[in-house]
């Protein structure tokens, strides 16, 4: 329907608005959020070097590389958090979204991409201050490069399906804080956050290719770092596509069952 | 047929029984208790395009409650609700591009930017046509006298401006039912003014059906020609605001002006006396004859019979508590 | 001794609030347990394919990792919601309420603020320090726990100097909030020992998010690797960090009593 492209431009844009005038909180959270990557980065380099060059494939170059690109994949994975129901709902916000003949999501992916945006914008500088530090091996072919650039919005599309699926848990119990940091801890390890995936042990990886965590995360990553082959590509957006409907789905069945579950008591 | 019909309409609430002290929350931990309360019980409203209408009562009275059910914000418990011929807790995207729903502390316009983007926006939500679109902005701005606000960020304006730029994009959308509550809640006078204003030019012109809930009187002196007064969540009163005080009120002032001063207790109460008038209190049933009498005995200059002012009407109102068939 | 009770009163009520919110305390000792368990994953990733790392062993990096979550328990408990504080009240005006009490403002802005459950970092901290110094199987007499004691507290003093001066900022730019993001970001950098990082992140660790002071140096003295001269430099750097946040903190509230008059 044209009035979805529209609703969707228009958010975009407005977003994009918004955050440009906070650009400067917005460098600066990017800063800070590069300190984490380093970290590992400076980590395993170390290892790497210390063990002959590599481990498991992956020299400090790759490392290197591996870490930069980390940084933008991990700006696209953040979206509206399942913590922010309860303000949402507390403070009247969600009645006005209720009242809107719009579905709330379109409004948080609107929003939120055009954040993204902004943030890849900001993320182009400090990419290349990084790059210019640590001297990456990153050789792309430029199948890769698009497989790349559709894959971060697929990321962040399943990221933002799966957190909000997790968050509506707030509408029948609010004591879920105890959930959500055990949800994201195993997020952090078994995404390719923490260290690339290739460096767990192997019933690792072999329970990552049931979650979506790896979707999101590893695999933008290592479509770009590679080595990665075309089908292997393919097979990736496929299962990114997966996540994608599981997670539609999801939110289609649970989302009018929370609103009974609100107006029911709230309004 | 009627654009808000309203039918048995309840609303109940399980309220957690919490009692103090160390037993009882030891025993809360294993079973939770519950007390049913009684939000709105057994009303009926009907109310026909381009009526406004004030809906009145005490604070937690099932004013908000109601008018959340009106939207779709709350299941009832009992009863049927249509607006417009459909079910508001369906919350059928083109029942919700018809009606807005404005309450007093909404912030609904982008901090950052001027009211004119979050227009936009609106319009991308509600699927306004570009060019209803622009005669309808063009009409609001018009009306809440917005021209130069709307290239400001909201951010910097003054309480008074936001709320009237909230309001104009509350209806962008040219909705034809509005329910407010309490719009004129902490304006200053003019502001009050200017709102009132135009909410009978909007009625006016686009016979959009209205219904406020507000504090004010002079809101409803302003605007509405029918109350409906509601208490414990029961319609006390349902016609129009003159009839109120036939109801409620059991007494009129009469203001008399003399020639000359004299004692006019023989025929009423006297609440006032000054260099020039007296002021009475007299029985509702009696004011006729009083009237009559004042006139023949003295050299009355002037005579006005009132009834009290509408804010003593409505505590009466509320005091009496009694459900009394419209 | 004025500053001590001080301190105790607002420690007491803020103790007494959050007894209220027992939930929490599950909550935040959960959240700790986790990440102590994430260290505890990638350590040994390390040292699955690696004996040592930049020279430091396991056990010695089990110190390291415990002492970070030690400090940053202290860090979140008393430092960090006493900078929000500063920052919001200074935001939003209220800060006026600081300059008017017959107490040092500087002091009663630092010591205002706890949040109670944070701590449990800093308990499971304390269990990985153990842990990591029964491994290393030191023998630790009691100059070498006075010198790690004392260097862990000068380390987080310096921390604290160098998160009030950014947030005197507030003074002059109100929107010093966002700077917060930058310093948590880099705080995480303390969580493996300052050593391994190339000079100019040393640096910046050292002297201007001194979390390597505050975890790295006290590491190195119970792992046999501190020096006295080093400490001794340490400690002066501190006093001289103490007396710029001192200068910067009187300059900037009078620039504030100023701006609002």
């Known amino acids: ?267 | 047929m009627p654009a808000i019909s309203v039918n048995a309409l309840g609303k109940t609430f399980k309220v957690p029984v919490r009692e103090s002290g160390l037993a009882a929350s030891a025993k809360s931990l294993l079973r939770r208790a519950y007390r049913d309360v009684i939000a709105v019980a057994d009303v009926d409203i009907s109310i026909d395009v381009g009526e406004v209408v004030g809906f009145l009562g005490p604070n937690g009275a099932g004013k908000t409650t109601t008018l959340k059910m009106l939207s779709g914000l709350l299941q009832p418990s009992a009863g049927e609700v249509r607006v417009l011929g459909y079910e508001p807790q369906r919350r059928q995207h083109e029942y919700l591009r018809r009606m807005a729903l404005v309450m007093g502390n909404r912030n609904q316009l982008q901090w950052d930017l001027p009211a004119t983007d979050s227009f936009e926006l609106t319009r991308a939500i509600y699927r306004i046509g570009r060019a209803d679109f622009e005669s309808q902005r063009d009409e609001l701005v018009e009306l809440l006298d917005l021209g130069s606000l709307l290239d400001k960020p909201v951010r910097n304006l003054s309480l008074g401006e936001r709320m009237k730029a909230e309001i104009a994009n509350s209806l962008l959308h040219r909705p034809e039912v509005l329910f407010l509550d309490e719009p004129t809640l902490g304006l200053d006078v003019t502001m009050q003014r200017r709102i009132r204003g135009f909410l009978g030019t909007y009625n006016a012109r686009h016979g959009a059906c209205i219904m406020l809930t507000t504090h004010y009187m002079a809101d409803v002196e302003a605007l509405c020609e029918r109350v409906i007064v509601i208490h414990h969540g029961s319609v006390l009163f349902d016609g129009a605001l003159r009839e109120l005080a036939d109801r409620f009120a059991g007494h009129k002032t009469l203001t008399v002006t003399l020639e000359s001063p004299a004692d006019l207790s023989a025929y009423g109460e006297v609440l006032e006396v000054t260099a020039t008038s007296v002021r009475l209190r007299v029985g509702r049933d009696q004011a006729a004859a009083a009237t009559q009498q004042l006139l023949s005995d003295l050299p009355v200059r002037d005579l006005t019979v009132e009834d009290p002012p509408i804010e003593d009407v409505i505590e009466l109102a509320f005091a009496s508590g009694a459900v009394t068939p419209p | ?261």
Request: glycine share 8%; with cysteine.
């Open chain 1, 1 to 267: 329907m044209i009035w979805y492209l529209r609703l969707y431009a228009t958010l975009g844009r407005t977003s994009v608005m918004t955050n440009f005038q906070y650009r400067f909180a917005n460098v600066l959270f990017l800063v800070g959020m590069v300190a984490e990557p380093v970290v590992y980065l400076v980590v395993w380099s170390t290892i790497a070097r210390q063990e002959g060059g590599s481990i498991d494939g992956y020299t400090a170059g790759r490392f290197a590389a591996y870490y930069i690109v980390w940084t933008l994949v991990r700006s696209m994975n953040i979206t509206f958090t399942p913590f922010g129901w309860e303000e949402r709902i507390r403070d009247g916000e969600l009645s006005a979204h209720l009242l809107r003949p719009v579905h709330p999501i379109h409004y948080d992916i609107g929003f939120f991409s055009g954040w993204k945006v902004v943030t890849i914008a900001l993320w182009l500088p400090i990419a290349a201050v990084l790059t210019l530090v640590f001297d990456p091996s990153l050789h792309p072919s430029l199948v890769q490069v698009v497989t790349f650039s559709i894959a971060i919005w697929g990321a962040f599309l399943i990221r933002t399906l799966l957190l909000w699926l997790l968050g509506m848990i707030t509408f029948w119990t609010t004591r879920v804080s105890a959930f959500f940091e055990i949800f994201f801890t195993a997020e952090l390890l078994l995404s390719g956050r923490l260290v690339p995936l290739a460096l767990m042990p192997d019933w690792v990886q072999d329970v990552s290719l049931f979650l979506p965590f790896e979707s999101c995360f590893g695999f933008p990553i290592t479509a770009l770092v590679g080595p990665i082959s075309n089908q292997e590509l393919a097979t990736g957006l496929l299962r990114q596509l997966v996540w994608i409907v599981v997670g539609s789905i999801g939110v289609a069945v649970a989302w009018p069952r929370a609103v009974r579950v609100y107006s029911a008591v709230n309004g």
């Open chain 3, 1 to 261: 001794m004025n500053t001590l009770r001080l301190i105790w009163l607002h420690l007491r009520v803020n103790v007494m609030n959050e007894f209220q919110y027992r939930a929490n305390l599950v909550i935040q000792l959960i959240q700790s347990m986790l990440a102590a368990g994430t260290g505890l994953v990638a350590l040994s990733l390390i040292f699955d394919r690696t004996p040592t790392l930049n020279g430091w062993t396991r056990p010695e990096l089990l110190v390291v990792m415990g002492v970070y979550m030690f400090v940053g328990g202290v860090i979140g408990f008393a430092i960090q919601p006493a900078m929000n504080r500063i920052m919001s009240d200074v935001e939003h005006g209220t800060f006026d309420y600081v300059l008017t009490k017959p107490v040092d403002s500087q002091v009663l802005a630092s010591v205002r603020e706890f949040r109670l459950w944070e701590l449990t970092d800093s308990m499971v901290g304390v269990g990985v320090i153990v842990w990591g110094l029964t491994e290393v199987g030191a023998q630790l007499g009691p100059g070498e726990w006075a010198s790690f004691v004392l260097a862990m507290v000068a380390g987080t003093i310096a921390l604290y100097c160098l998160w009030l001066i950014p947030t005197c900022g507030a003074f002059w730019f109100t929107r010093m909030r966002d700077i917060q993001d930058l310093y948590t970001g880099f705080y995480r950098a303390g969580q493996y020992p300052i050593t391994v990082y190339p000079r100019w992140l040393r640096l910046t660790l050292t002297y201007l998010v001194p979390i390597g002071l505050a975890v790295t140096v006290p590491s190195q003295t119970v792992t046999g690797q501190m020096t006295a001269t080093r400490l001794f430099a340490m400690s002066g750097f501190i006093v001289a960090a103490l007396a710029v946040t001192r200068l910067v903190w009187r300059v900037g509230t009078r620039r504030y009593s100023g701006a609002s008059a």
